[in-house]
């Protein structure tokens, strides 16, 4: 059984790990994606039951390898964590990028249920990312009414001006 962030040998490795994948996160986030690849596979070598560092390895794989390798990471992270929201919405997206709506809608569904369940994970900006990837995910699919909804129903939630606009924007279609 796969456990959160339980160090594969030892201490020593989980904070090797960790350190690994800030500084992959970093090259990542300055465009260094094929330097932040090689670290984060390090990382898992250390570390591979960490949620954390499975996102991360989905977020960086997403940029050099392709939806595919991404979402073996994100399933791996759901599988450790299956109440943890950022992967379903990073898979959502994902699965979005290559045309796959119909399952990026059952992930966003995923992630928001997960949301609702886990009150630490209701910021208000997680739940305006959620309710925007979930609309695309039905617009894709050829749902724009049930994007509409979903569009009002976040916007209850969170106030947002982005869902705000995007409902004028959608509405006029």
């Not at 949620?51 to 759901?78: K, P, Q």
């Not at 997206?93 to 990026?104: D, F, M, S, Y």
């Amino acid at each position: 059984m796969l456990t959160v962030d339980k160090p594969h040998s030892n201490a020593m490795s989980g904070s090797a790990a960790y350190r690994l994948a800030r500084r992959a996160s970093q090259l990542f986030l300055k465009g260094r994606t094929r330097e932040a690849e090689l670290l984060i596979r390090r990382a898992l070598k250390l570390l591979p039951n960490s949620y954390r560092i499975r996102v991360l390895a989905g977020d960086i794989l997403a940029e050099t390898r392709g939806a595919r390798s991404a979402t073996r990471h994100y399933d791996a992270a759901i599988r450790l964590l299956p109440e943890g929201t950022d992967a379903y919405l990073a898979k959502a997206n994902c699965l979005l990028g290559i045309g796959r709506a119909l399952e990026a809608e059952h992930c966003a569904r995923k992630g928001l249920s997960a949301a609702e369940q886990r009150p630490s994970f209701r910021n208000v900006r997680f739940l305006e990312l959620v309710y925007d990837v979930l609309s695309d995910a039905l617009v894709a699919g050829g749902k724009r009414k049930m994007a509409l909804a979903v569009i009002r129903d976040g916007l209850r939630w969170t106030r947002s001006d982005h869902l705000r606009w995007k409902l004028a924007h959608l509405s006029k279609r």
